[in-house]
């Protein structure tokens, strides 16, 4: 298949790639390279030291032989480019990953937020625009969170994207399927579910063929392919912003930093190595709807942990210290959560789940790159609302924080 992959030089959309290229497709990049200037930005870096994307690249085809076609382009801003470039190129399938990314970022300044919604709103429906414009029948797989669903306890399993609910009419009740009601934390979630309703729009509307994966949280930070030379590692995010919890904590834990709970690190949330993300991928890609189903949607995730639990258990393996802090989020402080994830397990995957030797690979990692670690940028410090900011004033080393939000 020739794929499209836009957001292909990020954290999942770069071992994404490299998988697809490995199995023998044709593969694209499509990306403006907005999280390296994110990365300026925060003034932060990747732990792993990363290289162009023209020298991964330009590596890969080294090591493996196969050829990765990079595009720079801005889905969000540049809609002619975007819609000459389908028209020309014509694939066959399309995984949309060109997406900002980071719950905390997205909260960091109202420019933020206005930012996030701008770049993920505008370049999802630009994309479903030229889509149609341009008459291509291309598979969309785009990764979503699950973090649409919201954390609040109902008691019953989160299903698979949609809910059937039972509606009072004057002749009695009527049986409806919908859409699972959303209930976004944060403004990047609340992009993620806005995307939900357009490419519902798209695939009533157009007959487009749409994949919605909605994914827990990505741990680990090696997959096959970025193991096969030291220049195909993959980024790996530990800071404040982009640094997600489980791999925030091993990083902690590897330079003798207090482990970040926040709040009682009662929240409970989905996981997923990043192996099986990238499998995941293909294996929606394998299975395609046709042109008027409804949007196919798969809960991306393998296990559920509560955050407190995760800490403990990095705590135990590296005898880190645990600092529960004020949470700078908005979010309930206790939840329980059940995910079905049969359409995946059906497809044959087999999830990777939480093993010491793979905490134990990113420990390392961490290790080896701790010299590129700043310490100042490990604490959390966008706050949701000013309230909470006036409460994340120092870090768990005792030193006051420059600035909340
Ligand atoms: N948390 C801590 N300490 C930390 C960092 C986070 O206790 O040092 C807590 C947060 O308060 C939150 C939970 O851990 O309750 C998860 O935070 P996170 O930063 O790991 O994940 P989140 O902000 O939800 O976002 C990440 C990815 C996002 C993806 C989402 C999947 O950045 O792209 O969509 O995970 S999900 O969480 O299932 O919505």
């Known amino acids: 298949m020739k794929i499209a992959i836009l957001g292909g030089d990020g954290f999942v959309g770069w071992p994404t790639t490299l998988h697809l290229s490995a199995q023998g497709h044709?593969?694209?990049?499509?990306?403006?390279?907005?999280?390296?200037?994110?990365?300026?930005e925060l003034g932060v870096q990747s732990l792993t030291p990363m290289d162009s994307i023209q020298e991964r690249c330009r590596?890969?085809?080294?090591?493996?032989g196969r050829t990765i076609h990079f595009h720079l382009l801005d889905l969000a801003e540049e809609y002619e480019r975007l819609k000459a470039w389908l028209a020309q190129e014509r694939p066959d399938a399309i995984v949309h990953l060109a997406e900002q990314r980071a719950a905390p970022y997205s909260m960091k300044t109202d420019r933020h937020k206005v930012y996030t919604v701008r770049n993920n709103t505008n370049g999802t429906h630009n994309l479903l625009a030229a889509m149609v414009e341009t008459g291509i029948d291309a598979h969309l797989v785009h990764l979503g969170t699950m973090g649409v669903y919201g954390y609040s306890s109902v008691g019953a399993p989160i299903p698979e994207g949609y809910l059937d609910v039972s509606i009072e009419t004057p002749t009695g009740p009527k049986e409806q399927e919908i859409l699972y009601p959303t209930r976004p934390g944060s403004v990047y979630h609340m992009t993620k579910s806005l995307d939900q309703i357009l490419f519902q729009f798209y695939a009533q509307n157009d007959g487009l063929r749409i994949t919605d994966l909605h994914q827990g949280i990505v741990w680990g930070t090696h997959t096959t392919e970025t193991r096969l030379h030291e220049q195909l590692v993959n980024r790996f995010d530990y800071d404040?912003?982009?640094?997600?919890?489980?791999?925030?904590?091993?990083?902690?834990a590897a330079i003798g930093y207090p482990l970040t709970v926040h709040g009682t690190g009662g929240q409970t949330r989905a996981f997923i190595h990043i192996q099986d993300s990238v499998r995941c991928i293909e294996l929606a890609?394998?299975?395609?709807?046709?042109?008027?189903?409804?949007?196919?949607?798969?809960?991306?995730?393998?296990?559920?942990?509560?955050?407190?639990?995760?800490?403990?258990?990095?705590?135990?393996?590296?005898?880190?210290?645990?600092?529960?802090?004020?949470?700078?989020?908005?979010?309930?402080?206790?939840?329980?959560?059940?995910v079905k994830n049969e359409q995946f397990l059906e497809l044959g995957l087999e999830p990777t789940t939480l093993a010491e030797g793979l905490l134990e690979e990113v420990v390392e990692v961490a290790r080896r790159f701790a010299h590129r670690i700043d310490r100042s940028r490990v604490p959390a410090v966008s706050a949701w609302t000013r309230e909470l900011g006036a409460k994340v004033d120092r870090d768990p080393e005792g030193k006051a924080l420059r600035s909340a939000s």
């Open 26 to 40: 044709e593969v694209h990049v499509v990306d403006n390279l907005s999280r390296r200037w994110i990365d300026t």
């Open 59 to 64: 590596i890969w085809r080294e090591t493996s």
């Open 240 to 252: 404040g912003d982009y640094g997600t919890v489980l791999n925030r904590f091993l990083i902690q």
């Open 285 to 338: 890609l394998g299975d395609a709807p046709k042109a008027g189903d409804r949007v196919r949607i798969f809960n991306q995730m393998t296990e559920t942990h509560r955050v407190r639990d995760l800490a403990e258990m990095v705590a135990k393996l590296t005898e880190a210290h645990v600092a529960y802090l004020p949470n700078p989020r908005k979010e309930a402080a206790e939840n329980e959560l059940v």
